[in-house]
């Protein structure tokens, strides 16, 4: 197997050319980004239960804190497209967890659950160019559709985004962030992510990916690909929180959720 070397980096001639007219994101099926991470903070088991099943269901990735310290910790530290946040919670109080994530993470839609009674009282500390609010009891039906219509609205705010799997890939700076951070990609690492990112869900071979990110005949027994996945992987994980991208075994790659 031949070994990479420097030789083997691509000059930046296949520069992505962002779409002027629409959106670019890694739409799913189920209309959200690929892979979409929820984060639900909510202290009532029987509504975490119901909220979890059924966005399992519609595809979603979905992670629970059942207090607001916990959820507070998870939506700072994690890589959510969208965050599902109970106003009363035992530990920390609702609208402190938002407006700390809004603090340190402002693209993230929050939608804020409330007991009818408490809107009157708290409305005045949502932010509503941001935030929407659901006054419980809801149905999920209408959960899901507020968090996909909050997806969108992600999605429509930049035309030169790609997005999935909690990842963000500007076309245009050509920043990527994952979590709220900042990963700083080379040029050919940043052409890998954003075809995984136009293909987020897929399973690519190794020879689609070369094909497609290196363009030019190769040696079929390179090893490229599994050496600038192995980069990609390493910028865009952390310790806790491994990057989106799977190994299919003697296929290739995917980038999505877990599942
Ligand atoms: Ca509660």
Known sequence: MRELADADRPADSRAVTPSADRAETATGADGGPCGSRILLVEDEPGIVDFVRR????AGFAVETAGDGIEGERLALGGSFDAIVLDLMLPGRDGLEVLESVRRSQPGTPVIVLTARGEVEDRVAGLDAGAVDYLVK???????????????????????????????????????VRRGGQTVQLSSTEFELLAYLLRHCGQVLSREQILSAVWGYEHDPAT??????????????GRRDDPAPIFTVRAVGYRLGSGA
């Open 54 to 57: 059924g966005f399992e269901a």
């Open 137 to 175: 009891p809801f149905s999920l039906a209408e959960l899901l559709a507020r968090v996909r219509a909050q997806l969108r609205v992600v999605a429509q705010s930049s035309a030169t985004t790609l997005r999935g799997a909690g990842i963000e890939a500007n076309l245009l700076s050509r920043k």
């Open 223 to 236: 090893n490229v690909v599994d050496v600038y996945i192995g980069y990609l992987r390493r910028k865009l």
